[in-house]
């Protein structure tokens, strides 16, 4: 089952959101050593974590944190806009049917055929979330170990401008069209692996 959030909670809002925020700081500033904000020396969570931000969240039977996904509005401020304008060539992709996907997390608990499902889960997941609400666009920015996987998970994808090197990694911006065709394309890539999505409101969390 995937969890759709929509707006940011607040630490303490909803278990699952707490247990994501923990595992986004040990991966993203325990193992990758980013410089970006903590919260109370557990949580990782950044200024586009707010009232915007979409959150689509894979969890067990036991509300512990497999794999997740921020996606933001292309609009207002985003990853790509507002810090990382330069990993661009032309102008930022942006508009009312353009979402950018950011922060994606997988637990380091899964092993590796877990780690695999969980992430195709996820792109299935961003894919329909995507067709329902009329997106057709979506951005994202990868460094050099997400880059060539999302490249080849086998939606159209394609570079918005050459990599360059970011705290010591190739980071680059990728577009990728989502078209009622898309979820055919990934299935043939073995990358669809469809799975319940469930929405969440802010009347839920607590």
Same mark, same amino acid.
């Given at each position: 089952m995937i969890q759709i959030f929509t $707006?940011?909670?607040?630490i303490g809002g909803d278990p699952l959101l707490d247990a994501m925020y923990r595992d986004r700081k040990h991966v993203f500033i325990d193992l990758l050593k980013?410089?970006?904000?903590?919260?109370?020396?557990?949580?990782?969570?950044?200024?586009f974590d707010n009232e915007d931000a979409i959150y689509l969240v894979a969890g067990n039977r036991n509300g512990e944190h497999l794999?997740?996904?921020r996606l933001l509005p292309t609009i207002g401020a985003h990853?790509? $806009?507002?810090?990382?304008?330069n990993l661009c060539d032309g102008p930022v992709p942006s508009g009312l049917d353009i979402m950018e996907i950011s922060r994606g997390c997988l637990s380091t608990r899964l092993r590796a055929r877990e780690r695999l499902i969980i992430r195709n889960k996820l792109t299935t997941a961003v894919v329909a979330y995507a067709l329902g609400r009329g997106v057709r666009q979506l951005s994202c920015i990868a460094d050099a170990g997400w880059y060539s996987q999302i490249l080849a998970l086998g939606w159209d994808c394609r570079p918005l401008g050459l990599p360059r090197r970011l705290a010591g990694s190739m980071t680059g911006a990728l577009?990728?069209?989502?078209?009622?065709d898309t979820p055919r394309l990934l299935l043939e890539?073995?990358?669809y692996e469809p799975a319940e999505l469930v929405e969440r409101y802010?009347?839920?969390?607590?």
């Open positions: $707006g940011h909670a607040g980013w410089d970006v904000p903590v919260l109370r020396g557990i949580y990782e969570l950044d200024q794999g997740s996904i990853l790509l $806009g507002s810090v990382f304008p577009a990728i069209n989502v078209t009622a890539a073995g990358s802010k009347e839920q969390m607590a």
